[in-house]
């Protein structure tokens, strides 16, 4: 799809596969960096993130093959540093790499694009020299410089900010321990994260205990181990399917794990709250549209579902409450006043007091006009979303943003018979 995209209205139908997952493929990878020996990694799809990741991945000597089914991992001939490296426009990635590539006694520099060069990641000038990394940054901002190796001590770090730093930290303290190893974590948001995290790791041969969140215990030493891996479908991605399928026909969703410890998996929750109909039938969650009344819904550990929780929030009639604005800010776009915005366009009435968005819902989506993505893909897809029950066609531009995590996005839309101009 070009920049910029009309989306006409339509009834939703049919069957599609939630693509992977972008988090859990990004831990693979990174684990799959660190094993020595050769790791077949399965996925069902790619977005710009994995790709960025994976590039990385290959600039540190990982030779890399792409299958028709994944892609295998060998870095049995160890790891080269590259002198300067980026992961595109990835959070997760860069915050999860820093203390990956500090494991090393080799100079770097990491930088990447676009929006993440604004976003800050402090939390390493204050973490990484405590764990005797050189470490330094433009005001907490890219690019950063480093040169390990770290050196795994007990340590206490403020995990409020986001829990992927968390990640990175577990990730390469475990690779670096040569004895047991302690953490400790206060205001961890976003506990379903390390869930996930922890689970990759222990895919990889890795073990880590903790005591509520709070206290991490790295048993060493012990190594990474090649393996096979199967990346599961996007809870994050599919969130947008499933919430357009109760708000206008219904849709049958595969490639999605029931147990999954994905924090965006709570989407059921919320459609549950909501009064939507929804069941699980040979591997496939398939829902269907019916009346919906306005709930309530804490966010704040599954920040990413804001947009499809705003736009299911919509439908519903009454006014919905969702809260965890505060984790809406450092994302690729102010999302708690980029989804204020695009929502108003639609005549939805939307505000923001405190920590909720208060969202009344339950009347006609306007259409007929021109929506923004702000460059942010989960925006793109809430529009596209919400397009499809407008009076009218909506133009969304910016619209390519998708490729972040779910290039193949409006492609599914359009097997579920929605009918989609390309400008």
Excluded at 100 to 126: K, Y
Excluded at 155 to 169: M, N
Excluded at 172 to 178: E, G, S, V
Aim: a negative charge.
């Amino acid at each position: 799809m070009s920049g910029t995209v009309i989306i006409h209205p339509g009834t939703i139908s049919g069957r599609v596969a939630a693509p992977a997952s972008k988090s859990v493929a990004q831990r693979a990878f990174a684990a799959a960096m660190l094993a020595s020996g050769t790791s077949y990694i399965y996925l069902n799809s790619w977005c710009a993130d994995t790709l960025a990741v994976l590039d990385g991945v290959e600039q540190m000597g990982v030779e890399v093959t792409r299958t028709d089914d994944g892609v295998v991992l060998n870095s049995r001939h160890g790891l080269q540093l590259p002198k300067t490296v980026q992961f595109g426009e990835s959070g997760l990635a860069t915050r999860m790499f820093t203390p990956l590539l500090a494991c090393f006694n080799q100079p770097v520099t990491i930088t990447g694009r676009g929006s993440l060069l604004q976003r800050s990641m402090s939390f390493f000038d204050e973490v990484l020299p405590q764990l005797e990394v050189d470490f330094s940054s433009d005001h907490g901002h890219l690019p950063f410089r480093l040169k390990g190796p770290l050196v795994p001590h007990f340590i206490t770090v403020d995990g409020s900010a986001s829990s992927q730093y968390l990640t990175g930290l577990l990730m390469a303290m475990a690779y670096n321990a040569k004895e047991d190893a302690m953490l400790k974590v206060n205001n961890l948001k976003s506990k379903p994260y390390i869930d996930l995290t922890l689970e990759v790791m222990r895919a990889f041969g890795i073990r880590v205990s903790h005591e509520d969140y709070v206290t991490f215990w790295l048993h060493g030493p012990q190594q990474y181990q090649p393996t096979h891996f199967r990346v599961e479908g996007d809870w994050s991605g599919a969130a947008f399917l499933l919430v357009a399928g109760a708000i206008n026909g219904g849709v049958r969703v595969s490639n999605l794990n029931f147990d999954s410890a994905q924090a965006d998996q709570a989407i059921t929750m919320a459609l549950q709250k909501a009064g939507a109909v929804m069941h699980w039938d040979e591997g496939d969650l398939i829902i269907q549209q019916d009346q919906l009344l306005a709930f309530d819904f804490d966010a704040t550990d599954c920040p990413d579902l804001f947009p499809p929780l705003a736009a299911l929030a919509a439908c519903c009639a009454g006014i919905s409450r969702l809260k965890g604005v505060h984790r809406l800010a450092n994302k690729e776009s102010d999302r708690g006043v980029t989804i204020c915005m695009e929502l108003q366009k639609l005549g939805v009435l939307v505000r923001i007091e405190g920590d909720e968005m208060l969202v009344t819902g339950g009347v006609s989506i306007a259409g007929g006009v021109i929506l923004n993505s702000h460059n942010d893909h989960r925006i793109a897809m809430m529009n596209a979303v919400l397009g499809t029950v407008a009076k009218q066609a909506v133009t969304i531009t910016d619209a390519e943003a998708v490729s972040k995590s779910y290039p193949g996005f409006y492609d599914d839309l359009q097997q579920l018979h929605i009918t989609i101009e390309n400008q």
